[in-house]
């Protein structure tokens, strides 16, 4: 059974930064695209970040410059560090392996508010 476990979230002002970690179980974590998507109150769930296998990383261009993605394969888990937080990354994040017909966590709440 897959189990991806998110952690991390929480309430932080603007400019502040958290980390949100994710690790899986159940499942060859190291051959999967790994990913962070967010959905904040009536929008759409939007990618965030991704790394594929060989550690190549693509980023929305919200976060550019703020957000850095990391991957251990050997403790199957995928970072995401938010550095410079806004107001608008408020959102319930989320990880995934393997696109969006693949795998999802439970979702982690990041709230940023003063």
């Known amino acids: 059974q897959v189990q991806l476990v998110e952690s991390g979230g929480g309430l932080v002002q603007p400019g502040g930064s958290l980390k949100l970690s994710c690790t899986a179980s159940?499942?060859?974590?190291?051959?999967?695209?790994v990913y962070w998507y967010r959905q904040a109150p009536g929008n759409e769930r939007e990618l965030v970040a991704g790394i594929i296998r060989g550690g190549s990383v693509n980023y929305a261009d919200s976060v550019k410059g703020r957000f850095t993605i990391s991957r251990d394969n050997a403790k199957k888990t995928v970072t995401l560090q938010m550095n410079s937080l806004k107001p608008e990354d408020t959102a319930v994040y989320y990880c995934?392996?393997?696109?969006?017909?693949?795998?999802w966590g439970q979702g982690t709440q990041v709230t940023v508010s003063s």
């Open positions: 995934n392996l393997g696109g969006m017909s693949g795998h």
């Open positions: 159940g499942i060859s974590f190291s051959i999967y695209a």
